[in-house]
């Protein structure tokens, strides 16, 4: 039997702060180096994940006969998570740039939600902000929406960290499953259940953070009501539309209830 143990952020922040201060002399007063000790933290689940499933698209590109560098080069070049699945079918395959545009747009269109959200909190972030855009996957939509930056720390510094060490996790998977890959001989069943069990410790922690339910619940509503009206493989793209509208729609009033995300 196997079994995922995932530990919270909270816990995972309180036993790195009590690390004892000398350890981080020069992050106190150097405003990145500060912020990556108060990022790292929260990229810690996703370092468990995205080692395993980065490794995984290696593992994929190698035995497809690939060479390293190919699981290297677009993983920095890309960095598209389930498309880059997709793009080791694409590159085996005839050239067609048409195919190959409209897959990529019916994989990650789920991105235009991300970016109409998180449109605010990039606000102010400058030159940082064309490689936060750039870097933006769904576990590091869900940190940074999720993350409560504390006021002595940097904001863009912060951000930044986070969509860099969330990247370096899955370019260091991908490279070491691509060097590897041929070498190693494992039952990959269950595997794509990392991600999951990652996004339900994301959502626990945010649901204990909160004082009041009201968006976490209206997203699990409207999420398992497009399941049913769509089915399994169609309902993520109503399900966020629907999300995000309602969202905009009772802004004013989920804020006046300290509800607003």
């Known amino acids: 039997m196997r079994c995922l143990i995932f530990v919270t952020n909270d816990e995972i922040r309180k036993r790195y702060q009590r690390l004892p201060r000398r350890f981080f002399p020069v992050a106190q007063r150097n405003k990145p180096l500060a912020a990556l000790g108060a990022a790292f933290p929260h ?35 890309v960095y598209a998570g389930s498309m880059q699945f997709v793009t080791t079918s694409l590159l085996l395959g005839a050239f067609n740039p048409i195919q190959a545009f409209v897959m990529t747009l019916m994989v990650n269109a789920r991105h235009l939600f991300y970016g109409i959200a998180l449109l605010d909190k990039y606000q102010g972030t400058g030159r940082k902000k064309p490689y936060l855009i750039f870097g933006l996957s769904d576990e590091t939509f869900s940190v940074t929406c999720s993350a409560r930056i504390p006021p002595e720390v940097d904001k863009s510094w912060f951000l930044l960290w986070v969509t860099a060490l969330d990247q370096l996790y899955w370019v260091v998977g991908a490279t070491l499953g691509g060097l590897f890959g041929s070498l190693i001989s494992f039952n990959t069943e269950g595997l794509d259940f990392v991600m999951t069990a990652m996004f339900v410790v994301i959502f626990l922690e945010q649901w204990l953070k909160e004082e009041n339910h009201a968006c976490s619940l209206l997203g699990l509503g409207l999420a398992a009501l497009s399941l049913v009206l769509f089915g399994p493989d169609r309902f993520m793209l109503p399900a966020m539309a629907a999300i995000l509208a309602i969202l905009l729609l009772l802004r004013k009033a989920l804020e006046k209830e300290g509800a607003a995300p």
């Open 43 to 77: 990229t810690i689940p996703i370092l468990t994940g995205y080692l395993f499933l980065g490794m995984s698209y290696g593992v994929l590109m190698k035995v497809s006969g690939f060479s390293f560098w190919y699981p290297l080069l677009i993983s920095l070049t």
